[in-house]
């Protein structure tokens, strides 16, 4: 079976610009949950989506949101880019049978250098 | 609110030595415990988790972790390393109340493994 899959895996942008960033998860699961890798700040929860649906969402500015299709893809989109967003972008899918107990299932990442 | 505290952010070790790897957490409602490992340049890892039951937990890679209610603490063990355990761990939690594929992170340990 296919692991989770993210593209691209290196991005590069400059301030004010935006930017979108893909997520297939592994066939069958239904949930997928987006993190924020940085030195200072570690590792930190945006959002999950389960059936289309935003279920969760984390501590951060409007600026990043997300999408989840029919075919459980998800999408993460962060406009007015800041040189603080520069990080690793990890996305994880799990069954979505029961939250708290899922294991998630995290892809390779995207690494996104703002300049 | 949750939070993870892994209390060594670097550990050196010798090859075929026992490793332990520290983490307490801190919750106001039951939490399951997860540790997940990071190789460079690659998402994470599952290594074990504890949902209930016996509070020692075996995992991948001969990685076990035990839990202890009274010391909120869940720290991975493994009795002799290899090079390619160099990795960096994290510990995570999740609460019941979790409304979707939310992990609070710890801000991981890095194991250094040395022949």
């Known amino acids: 079976k296919a692991g989770v899959t993210q593209t691209p895996r290196y991005l590069i942008k400059t301030r004010g610009q935006q930017v979108t960033l893909s997520c297939s998860p592994i066939s069958g699961h239904r949930s997928v949950s987006w993190y924020q890798q940085t030195p200072g700040q570690g590792l930190q929860f945006l959002f999950e989506y389960f059936s289309e649906t935003q279920r969760n969402k984390g501590n951060f500015p409007g600026r990043f949101s997300g999408r989840q299709f029919s075919n459980s893809r998800s999408e993460m989109n962060v406009s007015t880019l800041e040189l603080g967003d520069s990080a690793l972008y990890l996305c994880?899918?799990?069954?979505?049978?029961?939250?708290?107990?899922?294991?998630?299932?995290f892809g390779p990442g995207t690494r996104l250098t703002v300049l | 609110a949750q939070s993870v505290t892994q209390l060594d952010s670097q550990v050196p070790v010798f090859e075929e030595a026992p490793v332990e790897l520290r983490c307490n957490y801190s919750?106001?409602?039951?939490?399951?415990l997860f540790w997940y490992v990071q190789y460079p340049n690659q998402g994470l890892q599952l290594l074990l988790k504890?949902?209930?039951?016996?509070?020692l937990v075996k995992g991948i890679n001969g990685f076990e972790a035990e839990f202890n209610k009274s010391q909120t603490s869940f720290h991975l063990r493994k009795p002799s390393v290899h090079i390619s355990d160099t990795a960096e761990y994290f510990c995570a939690v999740s609460d019941i109340d979790n409304q979707g594929g939310k992990l609070i992170f710890g801000q991981g340990t890095e194991l250094s493994v040395k022949p």
């Open positions: 504890y949902l209930s039951g016996s509070t």
């Open positions: 919750s106001s409602v039951s939490v399951y």
């Open positions: 994880a899918s799990s069954l979505g049978v029961t939250f708290s107990t899922d294991t998630q299932y």
